[in-house]
C-alpha cells in the first residue's frame, strides 16, 4: 500500500520555528512532526510514502528522508509542485507515483494531524462499506467554527458538507485523513483545487463517500495554541499506551518526556506537560509545565516557561519568565529576569512581537 502526505505549506503560523526549519520536521515529542505519521504508516503496512512538497522545500528534507528510509526500511519519494496545487491538485501531480496494477486504495495525510492514526481500522471500514472514498471525521464541542460532515449515523455515509454552520447539524468535522480508490484521481484537473471543497462533495452526492469516527484525541498542530493543546493530548496518550516513555522522579508532576541526554538540576518543578529534547540544560530551581523545550536549550537557574515553546538552542536566563503562549525561534537568548508574555515571538535575537513583549 502507498500513502502521499501532503507537506506543501510554508509553515506560517508556527512562525519563528519555520524560519529555521521546514514545517514537516518542526519537532513534537521529541521527535519531527512528519515522523509520527511515517511510522504510523509504516506500522499500517505502508511500504511506499510520497510526501507532497513546495518549490522552496530546502535540502533539510532530502536529508531526513535519506536517514529514516533507512532507519524504517520504508521507501520515500517527493512530489514537489511547481506552483500552488491546494489539498486535490497534489494528488493528480503525483498520480503516476500512488497508481500501479495493484489498483489498490491510498492514503492521504495532512502533515499537521496529530492523533493515534488508527489506520488499519480505516483500512477495513473502507473496505466494509464498499467505499470510494474514506474520510476520518473527529468530534468538536463548537461546530460553528469549523466545516461539519453530516453523515447517517447508522450507515456512516456522508451526506453533506456545511461550513461552519449558523445551526447545529452535527458535530464531526474532517480529520485530514482519507483512504482513496485510485478512481478519485479521475476526478481531479491538475491545477490549485481543493479537496474537501470540490472533489469530496461530488463523491458523496454519488453516494460513495463515508465517514469513519476517530477513536482517541486529534489536534491540528500548526498553530502554537493548538501545538501545545495537542503536545497535552499526546502525553495523555503516551500515559495510557506507553507509560514507560515518560519520565518519574520527586520533581515531576503529571505526564514529563524527557530525553535521556537532558540534564534536570535539584530543586525544579517539572509539570505537567512538558517536552524536554535532547541535550537541554534544566538548571536548578527552574520551573516548567505546559511547555517544550527543544534540542540542545539552556533554562538557567530560577527561570518559568509555561504554555510556550523554546526552540532549539536557545537560552532563558537566570529569573526570567517566558509565558503565555510565546515562542523563540531557534538560538534565541532571553536576558536573566526578562519577562516575555502574551503572544511574543522572538527571532534569533531578533523580536517580533504580537500583541505585546512585557520586560
Sequence with gaps: MKALILVGGFGTRLRPLTFSMPKPLVDFGNKPMILHQIEALKAAGVTEVVLAINH???????????????KLEIKITFSQEIEPLGTAGPLALAR???????????LVLNSDVICEYPLLEMIEFHKTNGAEASIMVTKVDD????GVVVMEEDTSRVESFVEKPKHFVGNKINAGIYLLNPSVLDRIELRRTSIEKEIFPKIASERKLYAMVL????MDIGQP???????????????K??????????????NVLADETAVIGERCLIGPDVVIGPGCVIESGVRLFNCTVMRGARIKKHACVSNSIVGWD??????????????LGKDVHVADAEVYSNGATIIEEQMSVKPEIVV
Design 314 to 327: 536557545s537560552t532563558v536566563g537566570s529569573w526570567a519568565r517566558v509565558v503565555n503562549i510565546s515562542v
Design 96 to 106: 503516476d507515483l500512488l497508481v500501479d496494477e495493484s489498483a489498490e486504495p491510498f
Design 215 to 218: 477513536p482517541g484525541f486529534w
Design 225 to 239: 495554541k493548538d501545538y501545545i493543546t495537542g503536545q497535552r493530548m499526546y502525553l495523555d496518550s503516551l500515559r
Design 56 to 70: 522552496q522545500q530546502p535540502e533539510v528534507m532530502l536529508n531526513f528522508v535519506k536517514e529514516y528510509e533507512k
Design 143 to 146: 461546530p460553528s467554527k469549523y
Design 241 to 254: 499506551k506507553a507509560p514507560q516513555e515518560l519520565v518519574t522522579g520527586d520533581h515531576i508532576v503529571g
